[in-house]
């Protein structure tokens, strides 16, 4: 069985400060991808960043960027020069080889002037 | 251009009724699901087609019957609706099903029973 877990329910952040979002995990699949969605209060699910375990380079997207962990099971986000628009609320999640998603219980950021 | 679209956003509705959900996608993908996110905003799989073939189904009641009439459509019908069936629910698709294929989300469904 997958497991993701979110430790954080709630993140504060300055704006242009940085936070940094942890997310743990538990799989036996040796080929897997981990992913962080964020969902605004839109409730519309965007996906932020994708990273695959076989690589060793940490995914970035611009002021996205993960700490990837693999002999941890870490999979961390941080997000950098935060803004409000960042504001949302933040699913880790796992695929498994079936494609089957397991997502964390998520972590809310509030981005404060 | 709408890639996951899902009808009707909001449904409200009282116990015992049956009603359906709607989903499509544009994006030429070959794999949908559905999810419940409950009211602690926690996401749940609960079904997977892959070209129209079941091939996740979760613990989910069998008041719940997913149906996928071509791999575009994935459509889940609830019948004897419950206070507890009360959620949003979202649709999602990908590639092949593989690890590698993201899945892209449709706006949600908000269902309430009352």
């Known amino acids: 069985a997958q497991t993701v877990t979110q430790s954080q329910p709630e993140m504060s952040v300055q704006e242009a400060e940085t936070v940094t979002l942890s997310c743990t995990y538990d799989?036996?699949?040796?080929?897997?991808?981990l992913f962080w969605y964020k969902q605004p209060p839109s409730r519309q699910m965007i996906l932020v960043i994708r990273q695959e375990a076989y690589k060793q380079q940490n995914a970035t997207e611009n002021r996205f960027s993960v700490n990837f962990q693999k002999a941890a099971k870490s999979f961390s986000l941080k997000i950098s020069d935060s803004q409000l628009g960042d504001a949302a609320m933040y699913f880790c999640?796992?695929?498994?080889?079936?494609?089957?998603?397991?997502f964390g219980a998520g972590t809310q950021v509030v981005v404060t002037p | 251009d709408t890639a996951v679209s899902q009808t009707p956003k909001y449904l409200v509705t009282q116990m015992g009724n049956d009603k359906s959900i709607k989903c499509e996608q544009n994006?030429?993908?070959?794999?949908m699901y559905w999810y419940k996110q409950d009211s602690k905003k926690f996401l749940k799989i609960m079904f997977s087609y892959n070209n129209k073939e079941l091939i996740i189904n979760e613990t989910v009641p069998n008041r719940f019957s997913p149906k996928s009439p071509d791999k575009a459509h994935l459509n889940l019908h609830i019948n004897s609706l419950e206070l507890g069936d009360s959620a949003v629910y979202f649709c999602?698709?990908?590639?092949?099903?593989?690890?590698?294929?993201?899945?892209?989300f449709g706006p949600g469904t908000r269902l309430t029973v009352t």
């Open positions: 799989t036996s699949e040796s080929d897997y991808y």
């Open positions: 999640a796992l695929t498994d080889s079936w494609g089957k998603f397991q």
């Open positions: 994006l030429g993908h070959d794999t």
């Open positions: 999602a698709s990908s590639l092949h099903g593989l690890p590698r294929g993201e899945q892209y």
